[in-house]
């Protein structure tokens, strides 16, 4: 499957930023998703996971009631609104897929993706 990320940009903290990642090449209802994120300097981390069905979600702590993940299997979009940015979420923003027939099962370390888009960059400014 391949991944496209977009919608990143410049944004003032306490904004708001919708990032989507566009998969193809096959049934994005068979692949858990999650997003990811690298500022410069520092590991990638994980941020929000996905379901394959979308019933499922996991939240990294420092982002919780801040961002929500969602997905449109028919569409083949992953989406993740993020609210009340402050300049630490500055980063670039990966998606990433695993192939995952169990449509509750959502995964979290970077090792369990097999797919990843090219990233967009994110920038909050204080």
């Known amino acids: 499957v391949q991944l496209v990320e977009s919608g990143g940009g410049l944004v003032q903290a306490g904004g708001s930023l919708r990032l989507s990642c566009a998969a193809s090449g096959d049934a994005f209802s068979n692949y858990a998703t999650a997003w990811f994120r690298q500022a410069p300097g520092k590991e990638r981390e994980f941020v929000v996971a996905?379901?394959?069905?979308?019933?499922?979600?996991r939240y990294a702590d420092s982002v919780k009631g801040r961002f929500t993940i969602s997905r449109d299997n028919a569409k083949s979009t992953m989406y993740l609104q993020m609210s009340t940015l402050k300049p630490d979420d500055t980063a670039t923003y990966y998606c990433?897929?695993?192939?995952?027939?169990?449509?509750?099962?959502?995964?979290?370390?970077?090792?369990?993706?097999?797919?990843w888009g090219q990233g967009t960059q994110v920038t909050v400014s204080s």
């Open positions: 996905i379901s394959p069905s979308g019933a499922t979600t």
């Open positions: 990433a897929a695993a192939y995952q027939r169990l449509t509750i099962v959502v995964f979290t370390r970077d090792t369990q993706f097999d797919y």
